[in-house]
């Protein structure tokens, strides 16, 4: 696995797809909706749970995106598939800061996104 520029710090995450549900197995988890999120996108739910199965943000193409409005822990499920992860930033173009790493395959986490100007929709 290659992460140019990734350094965990001590507030970083990182996240395996054991946070899949057993419920869930990654070939379903690759195909399927999971909490209102589609396959192939990161959402971001507006708190620490799954809201009612409706995310807040939805991002599909990869790239970096700014963040606006996003304060306090929120959930953040990236179901895209392949090896495909998601970083977190607190620059607002996905340059330096990095916060968080998010395996792809159903794989969530809690995340303070007060500090994440940017998130990154990796296609590695």
């Not at 197995?25 to 909706?33: I, S």
């Not at 306090?72 to 968080?100: I, K, M, W």
Request: glycine share 10%.
């Amino acid at each position: 696995m290659k992460f140019p520029g990734r350094r965990l710090s001590t507030v970083g995450i990182i996240v395996s797809a054991m946070a899949v549900p057993a419920t869930i197995t990654a070939t379903a988890a690759n195909a399927a909706t999971i909490h209102g999120c589609p396959s192939g996108y990161v959402c971001i739910y507006p708190g620490a749970g799954w809201n009612n199965d409706q995310p807040s943000n939805e991002y599909y193409k990869y790239g970096c995106y700014k963040l606006y409005n996003q304060y306090g822990t929120h959930r953040v499920l990236n179901n895209q598939t392949g090896y495909a992860p998601t970083d977190g930033y607190t620059s607002s173009n996905c340059s330096t800061g990095f916060e968080y790493y998010i395996a792809s395959g159903g794989a969530w986490a809690d995340v303070n996104l007060t500090p994440v100007n940017s998130i990154d929709l990796v296609d590695n």
